[in-house]
């Protein structure tokens, strides 16, 4: 399936990522952390926080945010936008599942960087 100058591509069942947990997805240089919330909705962004680029794939995933392991900012997973008085975004990417499928939508040709994944639990 296609979206403009977007692509569906597949990275992997909803089994692989654990609840309140996420799995990275390496497409080019960029990491995109896709995560699980406890109620099974997915999310992706890069996984950068906006403070000073944490690795918010190993942070905890409660009520739509993720808090950064670094030093607790709240990033919102549906905008990648730090909440509260902090400021500062990270980039986003539609996400969907089609039964258990998780499809992340990505740039057109960027589709074959997305060979190596990893896990942070
Ligand atoms: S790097 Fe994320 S809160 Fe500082």
Do not use: Y
């Not at 497409?27 to 995109?32: E, L, V, Y």
């Not at 919102?76 to 730090?82: C, D, I, N």
Request: glycine share 12%; net charge negative.
């Amino acid at each position: 399936m296609r979206m403009t100058g977007q692509e569906w591509v597949s990275i992997g069942t909803l089994h692989d990522i654990p609840q309140r947990g996420a799995r990275c997805v390496r497409n080019g240089d960029m990491t995109i952390a896709v995560f699980r919330t406890a109620d099974d909705r997915v999310f992706a962004m890069e996984d950068k926080c906006p403070h000073r680029a944490g690795p918010l794939s190993q942070g905890i995933v409660h009520d739509g945010c993720v808090t950064c392991p670094l030093h607790n900012w709240i990033i919102s997973l549906e905008t990648g936008r730090a909440q509260g008085a902090d400021e500062g975004g990270t980039a986003t990417f539609a996400v969907r599942l089609e039964g258990q499928r998780i499809l992340l939508a990505l740039p057109c040709g960027s589709a074959a960087a997305v060979a190596e994944s990893c896990d942070h639990g």
